[in-house]
T-cell receptor, first 114, second 112 residues
Framework: EAEVAQSPRYKITEKSQAVAFWCDPISGHATLYWYRQILGQGPELLVQ????????DSQLPKDRFSAERLKGVDSTLKIQPAELGDSAMYLCASSSYRGPETQYFGPGTRLLVL | GENVEQHPSTLSVQEGDSAVIKCTYSDSASNYFPWYKQELGKRPQLIID?????GEKKDQRIAVTLNKTAKHFSLHITETQPEDSAVYFC???????????FGKGNQVVVIP
């Protein structure tokens, strides 16, 4: 069964450093989502892509976060500079539909900022 | 608003008993409501979902009921087993049904 892949699984960095996360969605899935999940909370959407275009980035802190999906397949989420409050799980999900239905999540990247 | 709230935050049940988790939402235009199960250290996995044109859906020991008038939907787990212990997240479609808003999650503990 196809799954969403993410790397790295864990990342420890110091504040003010740059970090990058990678996501490879299920083959053929046009919609890709990046979520942030703080411990004890539900996932919060950061950015949504439809193919290579950003559909919704209203919750993305654009002063330090950026995301791209250049060829409409895999995606990279970057934080520069990282802050202590960015420590969280970063989840990627994909869907074959334009809407929100049936999202499949990756294993996540757990980020710790020291 | 885009609020999705879950109750209770933690639920402990004896193995074999039933567990019910309730979720409320505020966007009357929401029409898709999934439930995800997340075991410790693992990815969220979709376990069941329901659309607004249906009042109830069942899959083996899991069922979801939807009350659109009251804007709430519930997850029902019957004959609970230890492997049902996890955090369960509800979600509702928002913003023209183009994205999901998630609740904070319910910790379900099944006591053997």
């Amino acid at each position: 069964e196809a799954e969403v892949a993410q790397s790295p699984r864990y990342k420890i960095t110091e504040k003010s450093q740059a970090v990058a996360f990678w996501c490879d969605p299920i083959s053929g899935h046009a919609t890709l989502y990046w979520y942030r999940q703080i411990l004890g909370q539900g996932p919060e959407l950061l950015v949504q892509f439809q193919d290579e275009s950003v559909v919704d980035d209203s919750q993305l802190p654009k002063d330090r976060f950026s995301a791209e999906r250049l060829k409409g397949v895999d995606s990279t989420l970057k934080i520069q500079p990282a802050e202590l409050g960015d420590s969280a799980m970063y989840l990627c999900a994909s869907s074959s539909y334009r809407g929100p239905e049936t999202q499949y999540f990756g294993p996540g990247t757990r980020l710790l900022v020291l | 608003g885009e609020n999705v709230e879950q109750h209770p935050s933690t639920l402990s049940v004896q193995e074999g008993d039933s567990a019910v988790i309730k979720c409320t939402y505020s966007d009357s235009a929401s029409n898709y409501f999934p439930w995800y199960k997340q075991e410790l250290g693992k990815r969220p996995q979709l376990i069941i979902d329901i659309r607004s044109n249906v009042g109830e859906k069942k899959d083996q020991r899991i069922a979801v009921t939807l009350n659109k008038t009251a804007k709430h939907f519930s997850l029902h787990i019957t004959e609970t087993q230890p492997e049902d212990s996890a955090v369960y997240f509800c979600a509702a479609s928002i913003k023209g049904n183009n994205r999901l808003a998630f609740g904070k999650g319910n910790q379900v503990v099944v006591i053997p």
